[in-house]
């Protein structure tokens, strides 16, 4: 309940402050908007090339397991052609 009625007050509070001081507090947000407008594009640039930088690195790694997985694939194959080869020349 005690929150409730400070809520309140301070409610009203600041309503009548908005009202007495509205000049005041235009020119405070006219002052503090191109502030958060910087901070926020500079954090909004941060992020983005962060995520930038991590679907880079993704793209190095699948790169790399593609590579091992062929190279995997091949020395399989080829083990399996000499074994087929061996076969062969002893069936000769």
Known sequence: MKTLIGGAVAAVL?????????????????GALPVMLLLGG??????????????????????DDAADDDAE??????????KEIETLKTEK
């Open 73 to 82: 694939k091949y020395k399989k194959e080829i083990d399996d052609l000499k």
């Open 42 to 63: 500079g954090l909004a640039l941060y992020l983005g090339f962060d995520e930038l930088k991590d679907t880079w690195k993704k793209d190095d790694s699948s790169t």
């Open 14 to 30: 600041g309503l009548i402050g908005l009202s007495v001081w509205f000049g005041e507090f235009l020119q405070l947000l006219a």
